[in-house]
């Protein structure tokens, strides 16, 4: 059970001198239940290369698996692949459409042709997951706060029980806590169902408390893939190419250089203090 | 990409055409226009014929895209050949069961197919030496006469430049919400036209929604940038005949002038 | 008197249900008190929702207040009279940088201001081409919007409001949707506009590394000024700012932290080389 991406290739603009080359040579395995962040800056080739996880974008060169099917065989059933494979785009508010948000919540399983009792209960289970209180399910869409929208419209996708979840830049535009609940969120739902949770951004420092690995992809190729820990390692290199570590990382450095006995690949705050804390002999 | 897409299909070159004011071109395809219904003999053609040639050449786009444009009308041109082929009465050339080809039909449908092509064709060169703005521009200057009569110009054009604007980002949005609707199991392409047209609410409400959306942005950001319509607005960009368009009015007047004298002495 | 000034300044709008009853009335700004000087930079911080939005539109008068006073140097915004001269003496930048470019040429877009104005051709054309240049964005005049970068499209804006030649400049959350290069480069902007112009800015934000080098800060909350002051001095007091759902740039907590832990290190540090130093001083 897993995501296989071996030698995937897109080129767009067909066969005109415009024509730009998305992702390059692009291997990737993506095992059953791993958190993973998908870092890269605009234009990176990041959204191209989640579209392709679905199917929603074809390769124009090499193939994709997912659990040991080709998905562009001409039998596949992609919209089965789409209901595995729960991809949220950016600003997913802006797609919601019914006049209450347990109907928009019941499009997706209604899609898939359940019955409306199955399609109910999932639409509350998603709910649920995503933390939205009851007293919100029946009112429109549009009269909830930022927060609130989004989690209905992840609620949308989490109705179809993905068994991989794709988020597209899900705290674009939040203020920090509600970066922090959505993300938060996210982190419960994957502890208590297991599922697998690709999480696109491009902040190091939002990803790094969650995830047990990153990709980086730069100019529509993989640049690092590994633990975030080892990943912040190339620092320079990530900073070259218009990215940036988290602050804690630059501090280990520099720390570091002026002679601090301190490991310089932690990740996140609490690691820091722990290793300043011991070099001070608390 | 769908923001690649350039409206108006400008082709952006250096020439003389190019370079000739908004509001030459919009008169000059007008007249053009006018021409090939005044002229009613070959003679007319041919000239109506040359003029376009020279057009073409001096516009410096290659005659493929002004072709292109012939496609899209293709299908309009061939019923008004057969109708005006099959349903002219006259001398019978050719018989075939009920349907009778006459000389005046077949001369009628060559000038309708003659005519319409030419029409297109020329407006293509307009269209691709001049780009949307320009042409907005001009059409502002050329109907501000207009506005005795209450039309409200200024607004039209600023509506049009706004449109032109905001189609491609319109686009692409239409495009990223049909994705994200797939993505939760939406069909878009199977069914018949009542089902498919059901399908397309998920799409229409969210894209004016963010129509909605985006024009009550813009118009607060037009208003705190000192929008208030056109009265006593400074352009930029001003229309000004330079030399090169005068002479264009006077090889114009002489076009048309050859043409009347066609149709009355030919 | 200050540029910018607000007495007791609030804002109320009125709720309606589908019927069109009247369900209640909403404060967004509730008696705030501003004073911004001429050629200050001045950051105003808040979870969404907290009301700066509402009290940023009331400096450019796209929004009244329904009680107390809002003047731009000198000028009440209710009068009528001065409207045009407000919005031209504050400029405003907003969020989404897609739904304020209205030339389809970047140098257009500039220019679309002045025009408005009335100002003469000639030195339209010189103000497109100072503001493009304080932006760093000149060599970019002849593109499309559409062609150019989040980051580009704001410093585009920014552009188009200099050409007004404003006594300050309003912005309303620029680099909410911006990826982190955009949002340096905006930043980078508005700061050199502040510096080299000398002009006042009012930058709205909730990107607490963007506002250290602030003037001073004001922090909302439901409407009201919560916290005002150095961004030193904002920065110290972690568990506030916690509770008013905004958090404080990673190395200012971890020495928060630190100094829980009983290292002693000073209030509100703001950079990785303070707090090295910091840490140093203290090891030695």
């Known amino acids: 059970m897993s995501i296989i991406l071996d030698h995937v290739n897109y080129v767009y603009g067909g066969d005109t001198t415009l024509a730009v080359q998305a992702l390059k040579d692009v291997n990737l395995v993506i095992p059953d239940g791993q958190f993973i962040g998908l870092i890269g800056h605009t234009g990176s080739g990041k959204s191209t290369l989640v579209q392709h996880l679905n199917g929603l974008i074809k390769p124009t060169g090499g193939s994709i698996y997912f659990n040991g099917e080709d998905i562009h065989e001409q039998d596949y059933d992609k919209k089965k692949l789409r209901s595995k494979v729960g991809l949220v785009f950016q600003y997913p508010e802006h797609q919601l459409f019914e006049i209450d948000v347990f109907t928009d919540v019941c499009f997706g399983p209604k899609n898939l042709g359940l019955s409306k009792q199955e399609t109910e209960l999932r639409a509350y289970a998603a709910l649920k997951q995503v933390g939205l209180e009851d007293d919100y399910f029946y009112q429109s869409p549009f009269d909830l706060s930022g927060g609130q929208k989004r989690r209905v419209a992840i609620a949308g996708v989490l109705a179809m029980k993905p068994d991989v979840l794709v988020l597209d830049e899900p705290t674009a535009g939040l203020d920090p806590k509600g970066r922090d609940e959505i993300l938060d969120q996210i982190a419960k739902l994957k502890e208590e169902t297991g599922i697998t949770v690709i999480l696109v951004s491009h902040s190091m420092e939002d990803v790094a408390k969650y995830v047990e690995r990153i990709i980086v992809m730069n100019q529509g190729s993989v640049m690092f893939d590994d633990t975030p820990g080892e990943v912040f390692k190339h620092y320079r290199e990530l900073e070259e190419v218009g990215l940036a570590a988290p602050q804690v990382t630059y501090i280990m450095q520099a720390l570091y250089k002026n002679g601090m006995p301190v490991k310089t690949d932690v990740t996140t705050i609490e690691e820091a203090k722990q290793e300043i804390l011991r070099t001070f002999g608390k | 990409m769908l923001r690649d897409i350039t409206l108006g299909q400008y082709y952006q070159t250096d020439s003389v055409i190019h370079k000739l004011d908004p509001r030459v071109k919009l008169v000059a395809t007008i007249c053009f226009i006018i021409s090939l219904f005044v002229v009613k003999s070959w003679v007319g053609y041919v000239a109506a014929a040359i003029f376009l040639a020279v057009m073409i050449k001096l516009s410096n786009v290659p005659f493929k895209y002004m072709v292109k444009g012939m496609r899209a009308i293709v299908f309009i041109l061939l019923i008004t050949v057969v109708f005006n082929l099959f349903l002219t009465p006259g001398e019978v050339l050719v018989s075939v069961w009920k349907l009778k080809i006459t000389r005046e039909g077949l001369q009628l449908a060559v000038m309708m197919a003659v005519r319409l092509s030419f029409l297109i064709v020329g407006s293509s060169v307009m269209t691709l030496t001049t780009t949307p703005n320009s042409l907005t521009d001009g059409m502002e200057k050329l109907m501000k006469p207009l506005k005795i009569f209450k039309v409200p110009v200024h607004e039209v054009a600023m509506m049009m430049s706004i449109a032109l604007r905001f189609i491609p980002i319109l686009l692409e949005e239409t495009d990223k919400i049909m994705k994200a609707q797939i993505a939760r199991g939406a069909d878009f392409e199977s069914g018949n036209l009542v089902k498919k047209a059901k399908a397309m609410v998920p799409l229409l409400v969210p894209l004016f929604i963010s129509a909605f959306r985006r024009a009550n942005d813009l118009a607060m950001a037009m208003e705190a940038r000192c929008y208030r319509g056109g009265e006593n607005r400074t352009k930029m960009k001003p229309l000004k005949y330079a030399s090169r368009d005068r002479i264009a009015y006077g090889v114009l007047a002489v076009y048309f002038a050859v043409c009347i004298v066609i149709r009355i002495y030919l | 008197m ?283």
């Not at chain 3, 705030?32 to 009301?51: E, P, T």
């Not at chain 3, 912005?171 to 949707?177: F, I, K, S, V």
């Not at chain 3, 303070?274 to 001083?281: I, K, N, P, S």
């Open chain 3, 2 to 284: 200050g540029i910018i000034r607000t007495d007791k300044l609030v804002f109320e709008y009125i709720r309606r249900d589908e019927e069109g009853n009247v369900e209640g009335i909403t404060r967004a700004v509730d008696e705030v008190d501003l004073n911004v000087k001429q050629g200050d930079f001045v950051a105003i911080l808040g979870h969404n929702g907290s009301g700066k939005s509402t009290l940023a539109k009331h400096i450019n008068a796209i929004l009244y207040p329904t009680e107390g006073t809002v003047w731009v140097d000198g000028m009440d915004t209710k009068d009528e009279k001065d409207l045009w001269n407000i919005r031209q003496e504050a400029g405003m930048v907003f969020q989404n940088p897609d739904n304020q470019i209205i030339g389809q040429v970047v140098e257009e877009d500039v220019g679309f201001g002045p025009e408005n104005m009335g100002v003469p051709t000639e030195e339209i054309w010189e103000r497109v081409e100072e503001s493009l240049k304080a932006v760093g964005m000149y060599k970019y005049r002849k593109y499309s919007p559409n062609k150019l970068s989040g980051g580009q499209k704001q410093r585009v804006s920014i552009a188009g409001v200099i050409a007004m030649h404003p006594k300050c400049i309003i912005l309303d959350e620029p680099t909410a949707m911006l990826d982190p290069n955009g949002r340096k480069e905006v930043v980078r902007a508005v700061r050199g506009l502040n510096d080299v112009e000398g002009i006042t800015v009012v930058l709205i934000t909730h990107y607490m590394e963007e506002i250290i080098h602030a003037d001073r800060v004001f922090v909302m909350d439901k409407g009201r000024i919560a916290m005002q002051g150095t961004p030193r001095e904002i920065f110290s007091q972690v568990e506030k700012l916690k509770e008013l759902r905004l958090d404080v740039p990673q190395v200012t907590l971890l020495a928060y932290e630190l100094q829980k832990s009983g290292i002693d290190l000073p209030d509100g540090i703001l950079t990785v080389e303070e707090l090295t130093r910091a840490l140093l001083t203290v090891q030695s």
